[in-house]
């Protein structure tokens, strides 16, 4: 069995590879500009966040999700009831 490769299909490997390359340093360019959205803000600068936690408890899902506000000194507070 003849294992011999041409010219061709070496270039062929050498271009996809150098645009695969091109690709993947594209990609982490464009990657750090994205950014998860901003948190809302009151007039007053505190922020509001919702956390949501998902466990399982033998084959149930359970969801709790909070509130969470920053106040202005600073301080992270939960808003209405706690899990």
Same mark, same amino acid.
């Given at each position: 069995?003849?294992? !011999?490769?041409?010219?061709? /299909?070496? #270039?062929?490997?050498?271009? $996809?590879? /150098?645009? #695969? ?5 594209? +990609?982490?360019?464009?990657? &750090?500009?994205?950014? &998860? &959205?901003? &948190?809302?803000?009151? $007039? ?5 966040? %919702?956390?949501? +936690? ?9 969801? !709790?999700?909070? =509130? +969470? %506000?920053?106040?202005?000194?600073? =301080?992270?507070?939960v808003c209405g009831n706690p899990l």
């Open positions: 069995m003849d294992r !011999r490769v041409d010219g061709a /299909t070496v #270039m062929e490997w050498i271009i $996809k590879l /150098t645009a #695969m390359m091109l690709f993947c340093v594209l +990609l982490l360019r464009v990657l &750090p500009g994205i950014r &998860p &959205p901003e &948190p809302e803000s009151d $007039k007053a600068g505190v922020a509001r966040v %919702r956390v949501s +936690l998902y466990f399982y408890r033998g084959d149930d899902e359970i969801n !709790r999700s909070v =509130e +969470l %506000r920053r106040e202005a000194d600073g =301080e992270w507070r």
